[in-house]
């Protein structure tokens, strides 16, 4: 993780920030999320099973550990325009490999690429995005959720593109999609290269201070099972919104609400944040996405699907803000790369296991409803042991602004 020692000065930080955070529109947004508009017409073309499907967001998750693992020393090693632009164009060489082959084999090394990419991405431009942001105190908390916004706006963009592009070219026509999301993505990335990118800012060396999983670990399951929660609703809801009869205007609806919640989410949640409670903000947001997750069960009607986006993406776009919280809130500063680098951890390994853990469930019980259900109870699951964390050290002095991470 990092810990930038020299913010570079800028006189437009908000619109730099802007530019930065389309890393995590292609990468995220785009890249990860909107796998979901696609993935009906995927299974059916291409003959595959939930797990099948479900494996094709867990492989891209495995890429986005192993990314966010090294990122750090490629940010050493490469300097951060090369993290950040050469990331986001292997996001956009992975993206037109889905677009080249339905061999399930190609497919699968093009989504763990497309992890990889997304990871180095991602840690470079938030890290960067946080080395401006403490610049301008006063300022720091909104300018950086203009970086966690981005992939809000892919979600957005690409629920706009997806369902009508399927719907225009009829059964069989994923690969187009992926064309046009490629196109998409390609547009996204081009301000990334007309922009000057460049700080002092360095990673810091792995810190050797204290950091003890024990007190923590309520904490780190928690976190586990918000991986493994979201990143089913994430995969499969589209799915469901379809078999519930569902044509391109509502699913383009429905996943365009929850990439506007992420909009709100810094207003929304600002008192809850500011809690310094042990696991409690957390878990509050936790149950909020738990909620969320388990309105579909209650029928497929427009106004429980509406409601169910809504509150998903608000709790959904907020969580990790809160471990950045409960970290920056239980730990001195020179502690807080190991801690964050636990939760990240913790939270890959959750993302990793739950698409393809809950399309196997989906597959033996016959029923889409059935991942949804799990999807519910697994984060439910995370809100309690959460709120079962207590403070872990005495409270410690908070720069204004703070750092964020995912």
Known sequence: MHAPDCPPPDAHPARLILTLSLAATVGLGIGRFA??????????????????????????????LAGALVASRLIRRLGWSVAI??????????????????????????????????????????????????????????????????????????GLIAPFTLQWFGPGSWWIVWWALT??????????????????ARFAEASHASFSILPVLIYLAGYFLFG???IAYMTFMIA???????????????????????????????????????GLAT????????????????????????????????GFFAVVNSTTAFVRFNYPPEVWPT????MTISFGIGQTLGP??????????????????????LLALGAVAALCQRKVGPKNSVPKGGANSR
């Open 183 to 200: 196109l998409l993505s390609l547009v996204m990335t081009a301000p990334l290269f007309l922009i000057r990118i460049e700080s002092q």
């Open 240 to 278: 469901y919104v379809r078999d519930g009869g569902g044509d391109a205007t509502a699913q383009a609806a429905f996943w365009g609400l929850i990439g506007v919640s992420a909009f709100v989410t810094p207003w929304v949640w600002r008192g809850v944040l500011a809690l310094d409670r042990g």
């Open 35 to 64: 796998y979901a508009l696609v993935l009906p017409d995927m299974r059916e073309d291409l003959g595959w099973s939930y797990s099948a499907a479900g494996f094709m967001n867990t492989i891209n998750a495995v890429g986005y």
């Open 339 to 342: 801690a964050i680098a636990a």
């Open 228 to 230: 493994a929660g979201y």
């Open 356 to 377: 393809i853990a809950v399309g196997a469930i989906t597959d033996a019980l016959g029923s889409l409803s059935y991942a949804l259900n799990v999807s519910a109870a």
């Open 85 to 158: 632009r050469g990331g986001t164009l292997v996001c956009l060489a992975a993206l037109a490999t889905c677009a080249l082959t339905g061999n399930f084999v190609a497919l699968s090394l093009a989504r763990l690429v497309l992890g990889i990419g997304a990871a180095v991405a991602f840690v470079a431009g938030g890290a960067l995005a946080a080395t401006i942001a403490q610049s301008y105190p006063e300022r720091a908390n909104f300018l950086l959720s203009l970086f966690y916004a981005g992939p809000g706006v892919g979600i957005l963009s690409s």
């Open 283 to 314: 878990a509050i947001i936790l149950g909020t996405n738990a909620i969320g997750a388990g309105l579909p069960m209650l029928g497929h009607s427009t106004v429980w699907l509406a409601v169910s986006a809504v509150v998903f993406g608000i």
